[in-house]
DNA sequence: ATAAAAATCACCCGAAAGTATGAAGGGGAA
DNA sequence: TTCCCCTTCATACTTTCGGGTGATTTTTAT
């Protein structure tokens, strides 16, 4: 019970002990000044540190922290809801399958092979068969090429 | 030249004029304590409550402020069938210079780092700086990353 | 004028991409 | 049923890319 309630008041009875402190240094610093007279003017300089340590430390615990916001505007481009149609007479046209489409949709992206199959569950070797398949249905060399004429001809957005 | 010479001291001034006019109060308070000699305990109350307050309005001047960054993320909506315009803003965000937007657009195209060189009279070698610098500077890993946060942003067609 | 940034080129190494070839199971069309 | 295409996977080999480092020259900015 004892214990409890130092437990419940531990920082009232802090703040008590810490001004019970303080008084008493201060009857110690008059008692001084009584005994040798001739420094009062060093009772009235600890007077104004402690008590301007005392402000300092009433600021620091008292007042809610100083909080500076700073708010930066991120943009985030966004595609406007021109809604993307499939090609599908080009997609017909060049035989591409459903599975290389995905596989061209996730090349524009820029995923690497290796990051494809893992997305479709598949090896590497299949990603790298289903793209030479898109190349040479597509008439390109390269995965860029690839991306290029698939966003130009309408086959991914 | 006077004028000058106060207002780039303003803050030092201020500082030195409050400390005369506390040192002015002190002396009157001492003057009063001396007429009037049944005061001391006044007087050191006075100083007390002076140097607190002071200690308060230190410590209110001289904390840091805490910086709270707060990210808005704004999304932009591109017009559909707008005409491109550079997004210089991004541009220069992220500090690509002219040279690496020439490679950049040419990699989007599809270009191999070998073609981007004959095209722009170059050998294969300077090609691979510009492009390495343009993965760092955009943090991607590949050129098709690079080409798909190029056009989202806006920085290529 | 002098420092900073941009552009140029080179070399090396490892990773990723691309080419070639073969193979096997599933599904639909003739 | 047979044939063809799709999908899946593998191995082997070549080319291209990307990372790291360093250096020289030109342009730009202070």
């Not at 009875?13 to 110690?28: A, E, K, S």
């Not at 985030?76 to 080009?90: G, R």
């Not at 893992?118 to 090429?145: C, D, G, Y």
Request: glycine share 6%.
């Amino acid at each position: 019970m004892g214990s409890n309630f130092i437990a419940r008041n531990k920082t009232n009875l802090f703040y008590g002990l810490l001004l019970g402190l303080l008084l008493f240094l201060l009857n110690w610093l008059e008692f001084r000044f009584v005994i040798f007279d001739h420094s009062f003017e060093i009772y009235i300089g600890a007077i104004a540190v402690i008590f301007t340590l005392l402000g300092i430390w009433l600021a620091m615990k008292l007042t809610s922290p100083k909080v500076e916001t700073i708010i930066i505007e991120k943009i985030l481009y966004a595609e406007p809801n021109a809604a993307f149609v499939l090609n599908e007479k080009e997609l017909a046209a060049l035989g591409i399958s459903k599975r290389e489409l995905e596989v061209l949709q996730l090349m524009a992206e820029g995923l690497s092979n290796q990051e494809i199959g893992e997305r479709l569950f598949v090896s590497l070797n299949t990603v790298k068969t289903h793209s030479a398949r898109i190349f040479e249905k597509m008439e390109v060399q390269r995965r860029t090429q690839a991306i290029e004429k698939a966003k130009r001809i309408g086959l991914i957005p």
